[in-house]
């Protein structure tokens, strides 16, 4: 079973229980961190945490800069962000992830600088910044997902390549039945082709994760593999594929630690 009202971050009992609290934390508008990072000069925000520049025209865009400093001045937080920014434009390695549930979209993104690590989530209209220590970055992006069990039952596998047309006979029809047949007809075994639909049709929430790591002369270097996971009243599911076929296997919190862990290794 999953609960997206025990979602992670500073303020949930669900993270922090398991991978430990953080030491400092900041919140903001979205409109203070995108005028404080273009005032620092930081170049080009880092994914999935962009939030495109605020102000229709010029005379707008100094109306919402004089806004955020004062925001900040009132607040006394301008130092404290800045610190925080600087770790963000010179990490070492990020852990990106985005989850979109039915509430909306959290962008997440875990940096490690010289042994330091902080998570910034950005949802609707606020950012959180929190300050980790020495905490591990899978550990990081585990807690700031809502608190979720692991599915049920074993995994399941189906042959990637038929998923489109399972897909479309699926949604032409409304019967989990005849998306089945395109399955069965690649090579999937029937129980597994109706149970792997049978989750997909619960989901709830999906999300993704990658590893990205800066390179001179480039932007970043993103992790050739990533990892995929669905939430479903019955519980969370990991997905990946491999050698054509595509694997949905039930995962909780340690187990997806895991498979982020291995996208960083």
């Not at 019955?234 to 949905?248: D, I, N, Q």
Request: net charge neutral; hydrophobic share 45%.
């Amino acid at each position: 079973m999953c609960d997206s009202s025990a979602r992670g971050g500073a303020g949930h009992s669900a993270g922090a229980v398991m991978w430990g609290r953080p030491e400092r934390v900041l919140v903001v508008p979205a409109v203070v961190y995108e005028v404080w990072w273009e005032r620092l000069g930081l170049g080009v925000m880092p994914y999935p945490l962009v939030v495109f520049q605020h102000g229709d025209d010029q005379h707008e865009r100094e109306k919402v800069r004089t806004w955020a400093s004062q925001w900040l001045a009132h607040h006394g937080l301008g130092e404290r962000l800045a610190e925080a920014l600087r770790i963000v434009a010179d990490h070492e390695v990020e852990l990106a992830l985005v989850h979109t549930d039915r509430e909306g979209q959290s962008r997440i993104g875990c940096f490690r600088r010289r042994g330091t690590v902080l998570r910034v989530v950005l949802r609707g209209d606020s950012v959180e910044l929190a300050w980790l220590g020495d905490a591990s970055l899978p550990g990081a992006a585990v807690a700031a997902l809502p608190q979720c069990e692991a599915g049920r039952g074993q995994s399941v596998q189906v042959p990637a390549d038929a998923l489109a047309l399972s897909g479309a006979r699926w949604q032409q029809s409304g019967l989990i039945s005849d998306g089945v047949e395109p399955l069965v007809a690649a090579g999937a075994n029937r129980l597994q082709a109706q149970r792997f639909l049978t989750i997909y049709s619960g989901t709830s929430a999906m999300g993704q994760a990658s590893a990205i790591r800066p390179v001179p002369g480039r932007s970043a270097s993103v992790s050739a593999a990533h990892v995929s996971w669905l939430d479903t009243p019955e519980g969370r599911y990991v997905a990946s594929v491999s050698g054509g076929y595509l694997t949905v296997a039930p995962a909780n919190a340690g187990a997806l630690s895991t498979r982020f862990a291995e996208l960083l290794a």
